[in-house]
């Protein structure tokens, strides 16, 4: 079964600072992966995608993932951090045959002034 | 705007009385979820349809109900509702292979 986890449900750093969340997969088949960011009150908004292709994907928000099969790994990173970035970030993965979207459990970015 | 739209936001209602959330997309997808989210459990599938007429359970179906006659449009039906039903509900599109639009939530409670 196709599954994600991310570690550490929450995450602190310094304005200014990288930001580095872990994501970690499980699929037999090669995965299309995805990082969503959730604003407090407010839906999932896509970040960035890896479906084929450039493993190293870039994003909204100065954010990017690098797609690494060896290590099953897709983390996201920032190079530095701003106060407007303080939300809730899923990793998912997308089981294609049913077009359904397995989440990791997220985590909390807090940015420290 | 291409966008997913849910309605209501916020809902109170009691133990038992139907509610319906309805669900509206603007960008011609085939796909249609709905997620509830939910503190410690993170995001789960409740229902998910890939064309019209064809509706399939996620992983958490009981209580729900979906059904979708039109492309755009994917309500959520709740017969009976019950407190263990108060959640965080989002409602999603999207084509083969490409993720998901979500709209902005419906806070649900039910006392």
């Known amino acids: 079964a196709q599954s994600v986890t991310q570690l550490g449900s929450h995450v602190s750093v310094s304005e200014g600072a990288l930001v580095l969340l872990r994501c970690n997969y499980s699929?037999?088949?090669?995965?299309?992966l995805f990082w969503y960011v959730q604003y407090p009150n407010q839906g999932l908004q896509l970040l960035l995608k890896?479906?084929?292709?450039?493993?190293l994907v870039k994003g909204i928000n100065g954010f990017e993932a690098e797609f690494k099969k060896s290590e099953t790994s897709f983390h996201l990173t920032k190079p530095s951090a701003h106060m407007s970035d303080a939300a809730e970030y899923f990793c998912?993965?997308?089981?294609?045959?049913?077009?359904?979207?397995?989440f990791g459990q997220g985590t909390r970015l807090t940015i420290n002034p | 705007e291409a966008q997913v739209t849910q309605n209501p936001r916020y809902l109170i209602t009691v133990t038992g009385k139907k509610l319906t959330v309805t669900c509206s997309q603007n960008?011609?997808?085939?796909?249609m979820s709905w997620y509830r989210q939910d503190p410690g459990l993170g995001l789960r599938q409740i229902y998910y349809s890939m064309n019209v007429e064809v509706t399939d359970k996620g992983d958490v179906p009981e209580g729900y109900k979906v059904s979708r006659k039109e492309k755009r449009n994917f309500p959520l039906i709740l017969e009976s509702p019950s407190p263990n039903q108060t959640s965080l509900y989002f409602c999603?599109?999207?084509?083969?292979?490409?993720?998901?639009?979500f709209g902005s939530g419906t806070r649900l409670t039910v006392v």
């Open positions: 890896y479906t084929t292709g450039a493993t």
């Open positions: 998912a993965v997308l089981i294609q045959g049913a077009q359904k979207l397995v």
């Open positions: 699929s037999s088949v090669p995965p299309y």
């Open positions: 999603a599109s999207s084509r083969q292979g490409y993720g998901y639009t």
């Open positions: 960008m011609n997808h085939e796909y």
